[in-house]
């Protein structure tokens, strides 16, 4: 048994509020796992600067970030992890906390009227 030859993907990192973000992944396919997936392992940096990790289990695709800070930039990346060990990270997914983002008044389009014939 060999590690995991891919990493999770769709990988996004979403802004929710001023303080809160999800990261949000799909499981790597099942033949690049090279056996069970154990679980996921999740790095999260600030400014370039690792700050915290985390061990989720297997049927993790989601991890809600609290606490964030205005003005930060957070960067998260993960990788799937076997009884054999680690496999590669994803592409490490980056987002600033800007709450003037989340205000932005909608777009209105004018109706556009149908016709039919």
Same mark, same amino acid.
Do not use: C
């Given at each position: 048994? @060999?590690?995991?030859?891919?990493?999770?993907?769709?990988?996004?990192?979403? =802004? =929710?509020?001023?303080?809160?973000?999800?990261?949000?992944?799909?499981?790597?396919?099942?033949?690049?796992?090279?056996?069970? /997936?154990?679980?996921?392992? &999740?790095?999260? #940096?600030? !400014? @370039?600067? /690792?700050?915290? !990790? #985390?061990?989720?289990?297997?049927?993790?695709? $989601?991890? /809600? =970030?609290?606490?964030? @800070?205005?003005?930060?930039?957070?960067?998260?990346?993960?990788?799937? #992890?076997?009884?054999?060990?680690?496999?590669?990270? $994803?592409?490490?997914?980056?987002?600033?906390?800007?709450?003037?983002? =989340?205000?932005?008044?909608? &777009?209105?389009?004018?109706? &556009?009227?149908?016709? $039919?014939?």
């Amino acid at each position: 048994m @060999t590690a995991p030859d891919n990493y999770p993907s769709s990988v996004e990192l979403k =802004l =929710l509020n001023s303080t809160a973000a999800v990261v949000q992944w799909r499981k790597p396919n099942t033949l690049s796992l090279n056996g069970e /997936l154990t679980g996921y392992k &999740v790095e999260i #940096f600030t !400014n @370039t600067t /690792l700050v915290t !990790n #985390f061990t989720l289990e297997p049927a993790a695709t $989601s991890l /809600l =970030l609290n606490n964030l @800070t205005t003005g930060v930039i957070y960067t998260v990346r993960l990788a799937a #992890f076997n009884r054999a060990g680690m496999g590669p990270f $994803s592409e490490p997914v980056s987002l600033k906390v800007e709450p003037s983002l =989340l205000y932005q008044h909608p &777009v209105i389009y004018p109706e &556009v009227p149908i016709h $039919s014939s």
